[in-house]
């Protein structure tokens, strides 16, 4: 008796359905980590909340703020807010990193499924 085996590599197509799924989950976490941050920033006028910016380049991600007292904002832990905190970009990734990963982790899990 006689047995024949077939092999058929799929690897490049897993390659690339992981890569998009991983891409979409970094922008996804990326614009999660940015709303939590927005809702943290200080909040007089509103101005520094609405620069409020993520974007991805592939495999990688940024949250930024763009007003030129983003950085002492959220720096200068001395100063009072009625609405918002200091360090609100930084606590904000430090407290979702695991939302993120997850995140990141059910869209590479849904682009890979076939």
Do not use: C
Request: net charge negative.
């Amino acid at each position: 008796m006689r047995l024949k085996t077939e092999f058929h590599w799929k690897g490049d197509h897993v390659l690339e359905d992981f890569t998009r799924g991983a891409e979409k989950g970094v922008k996804l976490a990326a614009e999660h980590v940015r709303g939590v941050a927005v809702n943290r920033a200080p909040k007089d006028t509103g101005a520094l909340r609405n620069t409020g910016t993520a974007t991805t380049d592939g495999l990688t991600g940024a949250v930024s703020f763009d007003t030129e007292y983003a950085v002492p904002q959220h720096e200068e832990e001395t100063w009072h807010h009625e609405d918002g905190q200091a360090k609100y970009l930084e606590t904000a990734l430090d407290d979702e990193i695991d939302v993120a990963r997850q995140i990141i982790a059910a869209q590479i899990r849904k682009a890979t499924r076939s």
